[in-house]
Structures are given as C-alpha cells and as structure tokens.
C-alpha cells in the first residue's frame, strides 16, 4: 500500500513564525504536491514537484516556499506564518503520468495565531 | 483557464435514495477525470477514474461515473446510499502529461440519515 505521511496532524503557530511541514512517501513516486483545503474552497495547489531539486508553483503560492532534496520527501514552508494560512494542508504524490491518482496524506491541520 | 464545478455544495439524502452528484470541466482537450471521497477523519482517497475508453466507470463501494464529452461532465452516481457515504466528495481533472497537476471542484459534502 503506498504510503504518504505527514510530520504533524496538528499545529499551532503564532504570526510570523516560520513554518514547515514535512511530507514523505514509500512509494518511489516522481510527483508530489501541496494543497491547501479551506471550506466551499476545495484543494488548491500550492506548489508541486515532479523530480528532486525541481518544483513548480501552483495556483497559490505566495507566501510559501518548497523544498525536495530527496525524491521521498517534500517540504513545504511558511517563511512567517499569518493568520490567512490557517488552512488544512495535505500532501500527495503520484507517478509521472496523467492517467494515475494522486495518494494523499493525513493532513497538517495549521492553526496561526 | 481550465477548471472544475461542482453544482451541489450540500447535499442531504436519506438512505437507500438515489445519489447523482454534478461535475463540470471546462476544457477543450483529452482529459483524465477523478472522483476522491473525504470520509470523516480519513485521508482523501478514490473513488474512481476515467482516462479512456468505456465512458461508464465503475468505482469502490457501489459509485459510478459516467464521462459525457459533449457536455464536458463526469456526474457521480449511486443507486442507493448508506449512512457510510456521508462524506465529501471531490470532483477533479488533469489534462494528462508527466505532471499530474489536478484542478478540483469546490467539493460536495454529502449527509446520509438513517
């Protein structure tokens, strides 16, 4: 079973903290996201990455960076954190294609205060 | 821009009705389409996928989808629902290629009472 982790189920920040969450997957997949899910808003990229040391933005990315220095993990970072990044955050990967499903985690449930 | 609507944004049903939940892309192309559910708690997982041939596709737990190209929808049935379904369920699409990059729809959540 692929496995996709995430390092906090839940956690609380104060504004202008920097922020990051880590995400690791078994399955030896080439793509991994970050999506922020906000209600009646759905999932919204963040950013993804379809290869070690290369990442491409999404549709919202500002205000955080991310980092993949090995092909299991996938960080993502707040550089200082603010009250509009409370947001659940999950994490996928997948296989470099089009036809396959995206394997989601858990979440990071972040609550900025 | 491509992108994804989900026209039911709650959706409440007793159980053994009928579930048909609406999807609608915007793109010209070949697309890949997916159905995720979010049960309470759980990961987001899925239900179903259709990236060719047999337009009807059948999923988990008793969910079809049938992919209309003329009119751009990827509508999610069930004959008869259970309290189990209560969950939310997305809608999304990518337009193929190594990326993998999805667009989900805004989601419907769905209240199945006993």
């Known amino acids: 079973d692929v496995k996709v982790t995430q390092s906090s189920r839940y956690l609380v920040k104060r504004t202008g903290e920097k922020v990051f969450l880590e995400c690791v997957q078994d399955?030896?997949?080439?793509?991994m996201f970050w999506y922020r899910q906000d209600p009646g808003l759905g999932l919204r990229l963040i950013y993804f990455?379809?290869?070690?040391?290369?990442?491409e933005k999404g549709d919202i990315p500002e205000g955080y960076s991310v980092s993949r220095e090995k092909k299991e993990r996938f960080s993502l970072i707040l550089e200082s954190a603010s009250t509009n990044q409370t947001s659940m955050y999950l994490c996928?990967?997948?296989?470099?294609?089009?036809?396959?499903?995206?394997?989601f985690g858990p979440g990071t449930r972040l609550t900025v205060t | 821009a491509q992108s994804v609507s989900q026209h039911n944004h709650h959706v409440i049903l007793s159980e053994a009705a009928s579930l048909e939940l609406g999807c609608n892309y915007s793109?010209?192309?070949?697309?890949?389409l997916f159905w995720y559910v979010q049960y309470p708690g759980q990961h987001l997982q899925l239900l179903l996928k259709?990236?060719?041939?047999?337009?009807l596709v059948k999923g988990i737990k008793g969910f079809e989808a049938e992919f209309i190209k003329s009119k751009f929808s990827f509508n999610l049935r069930k004959p008869s629902v259970q309290w189990s379904d209560t969950a939310e369920y997305f809608c999304?699409?990518?337009?193929?290629?190594?990326?993998?990059?999805?667009?989900f729809g805004t989601g419907t959540l769905l209240a199945v009472q006993p």
């Open positions: 793109y010209g192309g070949t697309v890949n």
């Open positions: 259709y990236f060719s041939g047999d337009p």
């Open positions: 990455s379809y290869d070690v040391k290369m990442k």
């Open positions: 399955m030896d997949h080439e793509n």
């Open positions: 996928a990967s997948s296989l470099r294609d089009g036809i396959y499903e995206q394997y």
């Open positions: 999304a699409v990518n337009t193929g290629g190594a990326t993998n990059k999805l667009i």
